[in-house]
């Protein structure tokens, strides 16, 4: 059964004085600019975090036989998965913020399958057989990769937040869960294309788990600083 | 929007949110693009948005009925006990006049023709009741 709202009638006089308040709130809107698309956003951030990471290799110096390890399939691949990952999130980040333009579910499948994608290689692919893999230990040992990861995906992240936070996102913290796997796992690329270290358990510790505790912090910010446009 | 807010009451507000949402992300809004999307997302959102916070507001709410009152009475009418037994210890004169004025209702003209005293009488009389009234159940509370 189909049930009814019944809700007062506003009476003629009611109607009136609405009707001037909107107009008068029209009146006073001052005229705002629009966003720019989804793609512009999107563009704008690639190629400013080209720049970002450019002048991180520039300081750390690529890898001394980054040709002769490119040449290999599997470096390629996890690199060329690890960006292209990167360049999804930040889409997604961008588009879940601006009312009207969120990606379908299969966007975010596709977005999802890339993620696990990039953290299976490594195990896939650059596993040393029959060794055990200390999570903690590899960790450590890697501490300073960890950190540039750090260093190097923040400002990426503040320039994406910076745009994000100019939009209205209505998922604050989901918006900022996915700016800052995007600007984290641009992080890893970069220390990866520095870091002669293509171990598995490496990648995984040092480049791949300090994006992943990243996010989490990104998701707890951005829940306040993508919610502010509502204050 | 009445599809989804079940509470009549609740429309004009919800609708009210609505509006000054769609103010607040009017810049997000593309002139190029179809204006319908993004006009429902940002209502179905607002909507969403006033529910849970409707949710979360009537989970705090405490109805009136449970609230405590400020003086506890029995259900035959009479006073609590221990404001009855600190009544009872007052000197007659003022406990006669705190019965009759907050006891019985009457005004202070009546209180005082039923006395036998001034209406002046009859008000430091009560007075003096209601001070000693209250250091007693002060001391009791502590």
């Known amino acids: 059964m189909k049930r009814k709202a019944t809700v007062p009638m506003r009476s003629k006089g009611m109607a009136h004085v609405h009707g001037q308040l909107v107009d008068r709130i029209v009146s006073d ?21 080209a720049v970002v990471m450019g002048l991180w290799l520039w300081n750390l110096h690529i890898q001394a036989n980054a040709g002769q390890v490119l040449s290999h399939m599997p470096p390629r691949a996890f690199l060329l998965t690890a960006y292209l990952g990167a360049a999804l999130a930040a889409w997604e980040a961008i588009s879940s913020s601006l009312p009207g333009r969120q990606m379908g579910k299969g966007y975010l499948v596709f977005s999802l399958l890339v993620m696990l994608a990039i953290l299976c290689i490594p195990f896939l692919l650059f596993y040393p057989a029959g060794q055990s893999y200390d999570v903690w230990g590899s960790f450590i040992g ?61 990648m995984v510790s040092a480049h791949l788990l300090p994006a992943v505790f990243l996010i989490f912090f990104t998701t707890f910010i951005g829940s306040f600083w993508f919610a502010r446009w509502r204050k | 929007m009445r599809r989804r807010v079940f509470n009549p009451e609740l429309v004009p507000d919800i609708y009210q949110e609505v509006l000054l949402t769609l103010h607040k992300a009017r810049h997000t809004y593309e002139p190029s693009r179809p204006l319908g999307p993004w006009l429902f997302t940002v209502a179905r ?55 009759l004025l907050k006891l019985r209702g009457l005004s202070l003209e009546e209180a005082a023709k039923q006395l036998g005293v001034s209406v002046s009488a009859v008000k430091v009389r009560a007075h003096r009741g209601y001070e000693q009234l209250r250091k007693l159940m002060l001391e009791k509370k502590k």
Request: charged share 20%; with cysteine.
């Open chain 2, 45 to 99: 959102n607002s909507v969403l948005d006033a529910l849970r916070k409707g949710r979360k507001f009537a989970e705090r709410e405490v109805p009136s009925e449970n609230l405590p009152e400020t003086i506890r009475m029995e259900v035959d009418g009479s006073l609590d006990d221990q404001l009855y037994a600190a009544l009872q210890t007052l000197p007659d004169l003022n406990r006669q006049a705190v019965e």
């Open chain 1, 29 to 49: 809107a001052p005229p705002v600019k629009p966003v720019t698309s989804v793609f512009n956003q999107w563009l704008l951030w690639l190629i400013l975090s």
């Open chain 1, 142 to 202: 890697g501490i300073e990769c960890a950190q540039h990861v750090v260093l190097v995906g923040v400002l990426p992240w503040v320039l994406l937040g910076w745009r994000l936070s100019r939009n209205a996102s209505f998922r604050p913290s989901w918006t900022g869960a996915w700016s800052g796997v995007s600007a984290f796992l641009l992080g890893t690329v970069t220390v990866q294309l520095h870091c002669p270290g293509w171990d598995a358990r490496h």
